[in-house]
């Protein structure tokens, strides 16, 4: 591509990322600080990927789902998982209808344009399953019918961390399906003294107003498309991949036994994606080696699984990971 036609898209989107202020500007009436979690949650919605928001109890991840779902002129619907919870309960079920003697399709939850899938990690794995096809098909089968879902489809998952008792792991298939896992983290004491002023208080006001509609956000995501990557940032993208799979070819020799199972070709696809969508929130029409290295840790820590061995080393898939990009040669 061209300088001149890379300036053209350049201008595009800074005029379309500006938008992006007044999502910011509404959240942060309801949330200090967390501006990591904020990009990340806007890249979500900008790279048409879900997201899994992992941390302790109290540090704001409903809050942030449901003031992002409230910025936004759609449905949004808020799902508590629970250990008793069944696969009806999410998708929906058929009911007996005695005057006509049929079955009559009642729709789930799930049939929204915003999904937050609140402590996903407290239901069995039936439950968790029925989010698969969701997810990755956007479809929901009730009996024999096939629905699809409403574009746009977003689940955002929040769960605490998985030592916490009346926790289930999340099958590796399901964790595969959401683009970023996010750790979310304690605030600074500065950002705490403003939270204590602001919401050490019996009542709390916050109008928080919707500035986008799903429209927005559908022609928001053709603009993303259009961000320049060049053939080099394609080529490091896939050496990145491939050190999870073949360290040795990277200097990275001491890795090949830590890793137990490397990254998918859906860590490809989703770094891509997101380091196009992570550019266009900076107001650039182009990828950057940086924007791969800043969002390439939340697309592989949770697809990179770790070997016992790296485990009773003390070393996690994030300490993996650094070292992967800190190794491959950057272009």
Do not use: W
Request: glycine fraction near 6%.
């Amino acid at each position: 591509m061209t300088s001149q036609g890379v300036g053209l898209i350049n201008e595009k989107v800074k005029k379309e990322a500006a938008i992006l202020e007044a999502v910011r500007l509404q959240m942060s009436k309801v949330l200090i600080g967390q501006a990591g979690m904020i990009d990340r949650l806007l890249i979500g919605i900008l790279g048409n990927g879900h997201i899994l928001l992992e941390g302790v109890p109290g540090l704001a991840k409903t809050t942030a789902v449901r003031t992002l779902a409230q910025t936004i002129q759609a449905k949004f619907q808020r799902i508590q998982f629970t250990p008793d919870m069944l696969p009806a309960d999410l998708i929906g079920t058929l009911i007996y209808d005695q005057r006509t003697n049929n079955f009559n399709i009642k729709k789930g939850p799930i049939f929204a344009n915003i999904i937050l899938a609140d402590e996903i990690n407290r239901a069995p794995a039936k439950v968790q399953s029925a989010l698969l096809e969701a997810m990755q098909e956007r479809q929901v089968t009730i009996g024999e019918q096939t629905m699809k879902l409403d574009d746009p489809f977003l689940v955002l998952a929040t769960q605490n961390p998985i030592e916490q008792e009346g926790t289930y792991p999340l099958p590796e298939a399901q964790v595969d399906r959401f683009m970023l896992k996010v750790k979310v983290t304690y605030p600074t004491k500065e950002e705490e003294l403003k939270i204590l002023r602001r919401m050490g208080q019996t009542q709390s006001h916050t109008d928080v107003q919707a500035v986008l509609t799903p429209q927005d956000i559908l022609r928001l995501r053709g603009v993303v498309d259009e961000v320049y990557m060049d053939e080099k940032i394609e080529q490091y993208i896939v050496d990145i991949v491939e050190a999870t799979r073949k360290p040795e070819l990277y200097k990275l020799k001491e890795l090949k036994s830590l890793i137990q199972y490397p990254a998918s070709p859906r860590a490809t696809i989703f770094l891509a994606i997101a380091s196009k969508a992570h550019a266009f929130i900076q107001g650039r029409g182009f990828v950057s080696p940086q924007d791969v290295k800043t969002i390439g840790v939340d697309v592989l820590r949770h697809r990179l699984i770790v070997s016992y061995e790296a485990e009773a080393e003390g070393k996690s898939s994030e300490d993996l990971i650094k070292r992967i990009f800190e190794e491959v040669e950057v272009p």
